[in-house]
């Protein structure tokens, strides 16, 4: 993919450097060669061959996020079923509850 895309450059830039060298051709001409039968169509076809890539790689990242969360929130009820604050066990103490 890589070499097709290098190689289709290069034959658009020696279109560009064949306008400008041209008598009747311009700068102003070249570079829009370049532009419009270069860099634009390339840059389309390998943002669209990429997508599959690009999609992968946010699977994966969104893979680690939720096993990064799930881990945090595993450690958190581990760290909440060892304390023995009375707040967050209520009537963790053994006492029976008040009556009104």
């Known amino acids: 993919m890589i070499l097709v895309v290098?190689?289709?450059?290069y034959v658009t830039l020696m279109m560009a450097v064949a306008e400008a060298t041209a008598s009747n051709g311009s700068l102003l001409g070249a570079i829009i060669t370049f532009v419009l039968y270069g860099l634009l169509p390339v840059?389309?076809?390998?943002?669209?061959?990429?997508?599959?890539?690009r999609k992968r790689m946010?699977?994966?990242r969104e893979e680690q996020a939720m096993r990064k969360w799930q881990?945090?929130?595993q450690q958190q009820g581990v760290a909440a079923t060892?304390?023995?604050?009375?707040?967050?066990?209520?009537?963790?103490?053994?006492?029976p509850p008040a009556s009104t």
């Open 6 to 9: 290098i190689a289709w450059l």
């Open 43 to 53: 840059s389309i076809i390998v943002y669209v061959f990429s997508t599959p890539v």
């Open 58 to 60: 946010r699977q994966i």
């Open 71 to 73: 881990d945090e929130q």
């Open 82 to 95: 060892q304390k023995s604050d009375p707040a967050v066990q209520p009537d963790g103490g053994g006492q």
